[in-house]
T-cell receptor, first 113, second 114 residues
Framework: GQNIDQPTEMTATEGAIVQINCTYQ??????LFWYQQHAGEAPTFLSY????GLEEKGRFSSFLSRSKGYSYLLLKELQMKDSASYLC??????????????FGAGTRLFVKA | GAGVSQSPSNKVTEKGKDVELRCDPI?????LYWYRQSLGQGLEFLIY????????KSGLPSDRFSAERTGGSVSTLTIQRTQQEDSAVYLC????????????FGPGTRLTVT
């Protein structure tokens, strides 16, 4: 089956670093995405990993280990505006063809002063 | 257009009525996705189009749900005989192709079934 797990909530302090973990199980892994979603808004793309390793983009980095079915999103120099939900999503290629993107339930991050 | 647009932005309907939700993807995006999101929950995949065809309809919750896409552009999601559990935000996204490209989301349609 397909399953994505990530913590429900996290709290961190402004200026700090926070790591949001995601574990997944899928039969036809074809890439992992992280999206940010502010309350009442649509998700916006943050990062994409398909090979093992770390992808860095400014204050945000994303890591993938395909053998462990594991990814994390690292946010540095936290700002109040980073308070949002962070969605881990796996692109799966089922036997039926095409692609299916499976989203985790999201991790709500609260950044406090 | 500049981004993915959806209409209506809000829809309140009575239980048992049919509703039609519309999605206008970004011009040139061949892949189109429908999701729904209940309050405080993650995104639930409904259906994916590559061009006008839907390789994967397995996410549709029941046979009351259907979707079509014509001309490789606009898509409509139809819910027949709506039920209260259908209340959610319905999000549409598009991407350049069905491969590795990120998805761009529309603002969503908030559906409330009374």
């Amino acid at each position: 089956g397909q399953n994505i797990d990530q913590p429900t909530e996290m709290t961190a302090t402004e200026g700090a670093i926070v790591q949001i973990n995601c574990t997944y199980q899928t039969s036809g892994f074809n890439g992992l995405f992280w999206y940010q979603q502010h309350a009442g808004e649509a998700p916006t793309f943050l990062s994409y990993n398909v090979l093992d390793g770390l992808e860095e983009k400014g204050r945000f980095s994303s890591f993938l280990s395909r053998s462990k079915g594991y990814s994390y999103l690292l946010l540095k120099e936290l700002q109040m505006k980073d308070s949002a939900s962070y969605l881990c999503a796996v692109r799966d290629r089922p036997n039926t063809g095409g692609f299916k993107t499976i989203f985790g339930a999201g991790t709500r991050l609260f950044v406090k002063a | 257009g500049a981004g993915v647009s959806q209409s209506p932005s809000n829809k309140v309907t009575e239980k048992g009525k049919d509703v039609e939700l519309r999605c206008d993807p970004i011009s040139g995006h061949t892949a189109l996705y429908w999701y729904r999101q209940s309050l405080g929950q993650g995104l639930e995949f409904l259906i994916y189009f590559q061009g006008n065809s839907a390789p994967d309809k397995s996410g549709l919750p029941s046979d009351r749900f259907s979707a079509e896409r014509t001309g490789g552009s606009v898509s409509t999601l139809t819910i027949q005989r709506t039920q209260q559990e259908d209340s959610a935000v319905y999000l549409c996204a598009s991407s350049l192709a069905g491969g590795v490209y990120e998805q761009y989301f529309g603002p969503g349609t908030r559906l409330t079934v009374t």
